[in-house]
């Protein structure tokens, strides 16, 4: 006989796989594509190492956002709330809680905001028409089963885009896999990430592709090393990711020609790829670093880089509290600053005898 929770193993690879297939080979990157939203990080850690990452196993529940199969029991009964100030006025709010329930199994909720700001309206006169603005949000609902080593999960996800009160609507899957070494302190993650369709486009608009991500990654702490490294390959469904500008100028050669800019194949390969590191200074105390190459490229200046593309980080636990900053690089002016405080509610509500 097939155990309830069988049934939802093979439920989610199905529905996984089966969504995955169509949309694969039409995906793209480089805002040719609706709610790219969701392929941004939620959660500190989760920027700290890259931006990118499906392998870090951890009890923040903001995690099982980037793979479903990160869901774990360390999180049963944690409330994860995070914030990011990006540039200017946008900012993002995320809310992770993860519980088990019963015989059904272990599930996490996630709601995630987005606010782009308030902008002015003007009509064809150059008259005002007061401010708009400009939001997206989804909401999640993930659900994990795990047999042995193996994890196997699954998001459910609606996602809602709005500009000046013309919305767009979307439903989206994840489905991703974890192998945890029963002795060492190593896993493995995959995932395809945003698997959809778009239910309600914007008004006068056609239907767009979804941010599909499929992403592979592993993490790994050396024994007798207070050291963890992970390393994530993103975007697997496409090999060539190298966007170049057709209206951006090149320089000019000694006979005044333009020299063209051509994609390598090792500038393919690499723009996969993020790296992050962990410096574990103790049970409550861990320092981070992370390495984005796609990041550093596309948001890159002509003469600099700046701190495109690298991140930093903290954790440091008090008391009951979990407390995650991360500074990532997003543009030789500036960055983003995520903030992430976590606490498990059960015991919050427990009394102590």
């Given at each position: 006989?097939?155990?309830?929770?069988?049934?939802?193993?093979?439920?989610?690879l199905?529905?996984?796989?089966?969504?995955s297939?169509?949309?694969?080979?039409?995906?793209?990157?480089?805002?040719?594509?609706?709610?790219?939203?969701l392929?941004?990080?939620?959660?500190a850690?989760?920027?700290?190492?890259?931006?990118?990452n499906?392998s870090?196993?951890?009890?923040?529940?903001?995690?099982?956002?980037?793979?479903?199969?990160?869901l774990?029991?360390?999180m049963?009964?944690?409330?994860?709330?995070?914030?990011?100030?990006?540039?200017?006025?946008?900012k993002?709010?995320?809310?992770?809680?993860?519980?088990?329930?019963?015989?059904?199994?272990?599930?996490g909720?996630?709601?995630?905001?987005?606010?782009?700001?308030?902008?002015?309206?003007?009509?064809?006169?150059?008259?005002?028409?007061?401010?708009?603005?400009?939001?997206?949000?989804a909401?999640?609902i993930?659900?994990?089963?795990t047999q042995?080593?193996?994890?196997?999960?699954?998001?459910?996800?609606l996602?809602?885009s709005?500009?000046?009160?013309?919305h767009?609507?979307?439903?989206?899957?994840?489905?991703?896999?974890?192998?945890?070494?029963?002795?060492?302190?190593?896993?493995?993650?995959?995932?395809?990430?945003?698997?959809?369709?778009?239910?309600?486009?914007?008004?006068?608009?056609?239907?767009?592709?979804?941010p599909?991500?499929?992403?592979?990654?592993?993490?790994i702490?050396?024994?007798h090393?207070?050291?963890?490294?992970?390393i994530?390959?993103?975007?697997?469904q496409?090999?060539?990711?190298?966007y170049?500008?057709?209206?951006?100028r090149?320089?000019?050669?000694?006979?005044?020609?333009?020299?063209?800019?051509?994609?390598?194949?090792?500038?393919?390969?690499?723009?996969?790829?993020?790296?992050?590191?962990?410096?574990i200074?103790?049970?409550?105390?861990?320092?981070?670093?992370?390495?984005?190459?796609?990041?550093?490229?596309?948001?890159?200046l002509?003469?600099?880089?700046?701190?495109?593309?690298l991140?930093?980080?903290?954790m440091?636990?008090?008391?009951?509290?979990?407390l995650?900053?991360?500074?990532?690089?997003?543009?030789?002016?500036?960055?983003?600053?995520?903030?992430?405080?976590a606490r498990?509610?059960?015991?919050?509500f427990?009394?102590?005898q």
């Open positions: 006989m097939i155990s309830l929770l069988q049934y939802r193993a093979i439920a989610i199905s529905v996984g796989l089966g969504l297939v169509a949309p694969a080979a039409m995906a793209q990157i480089g805002g040719q594509q609706a709610f790219s939203f392929n941004l990080p939620t959660g850690k989760a920027a700290a190492l890259g931006g990118v499906v870090a196993r951890d009890s923040d529940p903001t995690l099982f956002l980037s793979n479903p199969a990160l774990n029991a360390d049963e009964g944690r409330l994860a709330l995070s914030f990011v100030d990006y540039v200017a006025d946008i993002q709010s995320t809310a992770a809680y993860a519980f088990k329930q019963g015989k059904a199994g272990r599930f909720i996630g709601v995630t905001y987005l606010s782009y700001g308030n902008f002015e309206q003007y009509d064809a006169a150059g008259n005002s028409l007061g401010q708009f603005s400009v939001n997206e949000y909401l999640s993930a659900d994990s089963y042995g080593n193996f994890t196997l999960g699954g998001t459910a996800r996602a809602v709005g500009i000046a009160g013309n767009s609507v979307a439903a989206l899957a994840d489905v991703g896999a974890v192998f945890k070494h029963p002795e060492q302190d190593f896993t493995v993650g995959l995932t395809a990430r945003n698997v959809g369709y778009q239910l309600k486009t914007y008004a006068g608009a056609s239907r767009e592709p979804m599909l991500d499929v992403q592979i990654g592993a993490s702490k050396p024994e090393m207070p050291l963890r490294f992970s994530t390959a993103h975007h697997l496409q090999f060539d990711i190298v170049l500008d057709p209206n951006q090149g320089q000019l050669d000694d006979q005044g020609n333009e020299v063209v800019k051509k994609k390598s194949v090792g500038d393919k390969i690499a723009r996969h790829f993020a790296v992050g590191g962990e410096l200074l103790g049970k409550n105390l861990n320092v981070r670093v992370g390495y984005n190459h796609l990041q550093r490229r596309e948001l890159r002509d003469n600099t880089s700046g701190g495109a593309g991140s930093f980080g903290v440091l636990r008090i008391s009951q509290f979990q995650d900053y991360t500074y990532a690089g997003v543009h030789a002016s500036g960055g983003a600053n995520y903030f992430t405080v498990n509610l059960n015991t919050l427990t009394k102590t």
